[in-house]
Every structure is written in C-alpha cells, then in structure tokens.
C-alpha cells in the first residue's frame, strides 16, 4: 500500500523539493498551498491531490484535511512547511500585520496542520504516522531585525518536542529539520548581501534546495519506533556555527 504524504507550502521553494524527492520514493501526495497555480504544477506528473488553502484558517485546513481523507483514507506523514517571513526591522518598527501575518502563517498553520494530522493518525488502523516541522536555523540563532520570523521558528521547537511526547502513545513520531540558507526564491537575497551581526551587509554560501528533500525524505523513511529528532541541514560555510 503507497504511503500518504502531505506537504504544506507544496508549491514553491523548500516545499516543492520535498515533493519530488517523496515521490522518487514512491510516496503518493497531497499538497496543501494559497495558490493553486503552482500546486498544479508539481502535481502534473505525480496523480497528487491538490488542496488549496491558506493554512492560517481554521476552516480552510478542516476542509483540506477532509478531502485528503476522502481521497487516501490515510495519512503517514505531514511535512509541516508553509510560512514566510517579514523584511528586516527593529521590533519597534515592526508594523502589526507583519507581526500577526508572520504568526498566522508560521506558527498557527503548523499548530492547526498538525492537529488535523495528529487526529486523522490517532483514529486511522494501522494507527500512527510522523509529523515533520519545518523548523529552519532561526530556531537556534537569529538574523539581525527578525523578531516575528524567529519568534515563531523557536516555538516550532516546542511544538515538535510537545508532539514527540504526546504522539508516543499512538504511534505518532515528530521531528524538525532545521534549514540554512537552502537556495529558494526566498532565500535568493543571500546570494547579493544581507545584514549581519556587525552591521555590514555581505552575502552568504547558499546549497541546492534538492538536498532538503533528501533529508527529509531520510527523515520519512524511518519505521515509527526510529525517530530523527532534530536534524540541521546547511549550507557548510553560513555564518552559524562559531564566528561563521
């Protein structure tokens, strides 16, 4: 039987390279994004379903998460991954909408995603699955004027360990990859000078965003009894670890 992947944030970037490496792995697909134009897209060779919705709506992801059930009958995995991000400020120039949008799309879509998935993995037979969240290295350290962004890159961390423990009765895993600088539409600006710590502006390594699939498909790959708690993926040479 083909095991039942959905990818939030499936159309584009970090996103889209998940799905074709889960379905180089055979995994069958459904794919959750705003736009449908771009689902439609990487859905065209994979038979995937598209489900259109704007994660940080309660009702939108009930009705996507019911049309998955209706089409599978199942899920094995969520990769928990739509967000975005807010331009670079000071918190006191931070304007409100920045701040709730960043939250809606980042925090509140994972939450309202993986109780979606948490319930459909508890009730199904076989029970069980894996939820994956998308956590990125603004989980551990931030950028210069990121608050909203890493404000809710740390809570994903808390709900990823909050998830390890309450799934362990119903067979659910939960593990986060934390990505550096995978080379997206997003994250193209790295390539021609971003802030830094020391005020100057520099660019920084980037890596192919193919080798976040494969990591998190490694990740998917495990029996549920195995579990890949964090696992950091980055560009070598990106300001992180030590002085960069």
């Known amino acids: 039987m083909s095991r039942i992947a959905v990818i939030t944030g499936a159309g584009t970037g970090i996103g889209r390279a998940v799905a074709e490496a889960l379905h180089g792995e055979g995994w069958s697909l459904a794919l959750i994004g705003r736009r449908e134009a771009p689902l439609r897209e990487v859905a065209a060779d994979k038979d995937a379903l598209v489900a259109p919705a704007d994660v940080s709506d309660p009702a939108q992801v009930e009705a996507a998460f019911a049309a998955i059930a209706a089409r599978f009958g199942r899920i094995d995995l969520l990769f928990n991954n739509a967000g975005r991000g807010s331009p670079s400020r000071p918190i006191d120039e931070t304007p409100l909408d920045d701040w709730f949008g960043v939250l809606g799309a980042n925090l509140t879509g994972s939450f309202l995603c ?4 948490f319930a459909q993995m508890r009730a199904q037979r076989p029970q069980g699955g894996r939820i994956i969240n998308n956590g990125s290295i603004s989980a551990h350290a931030p950028r210069p004027g990121s608050v909203p962004y ?3 890159k ?3 961390t808390g709900l990823t360990r ?4 309450d799934g362990r009765a119903y067979d659910i895993a939960c593990g986060q990859i934390d990505i550096g600088n995978a080379l997206t539409e997003m994250a193209k600006p790295m390539t021609e000078g971003v802030p830094q710590p020391d005020g100057t502006i520099r660019a920084e ?3 192919d965003v193919a080798e976040v699939g494969r990591a998190v498909a490694y990740m998917a790959s495990l029996p549920l ?4 708690q964090t696992m950091t993926v980055m560009a070598r040479d990106m300001p992180f670890v030590g002085r960069g």
């Open 114 to 117: 993986a109780r979606a998935a």
């Open 162 to 165: 909050s998830l390890s423990l």
């Open 154 to 156: 740390h809570a994903i």
């Open 150 to 152: 890493t404000t809710t």
């Open 225 to 228: 009894d195995a579990n890949v």
């Open 205 to 207: 390594p980037v890596m």
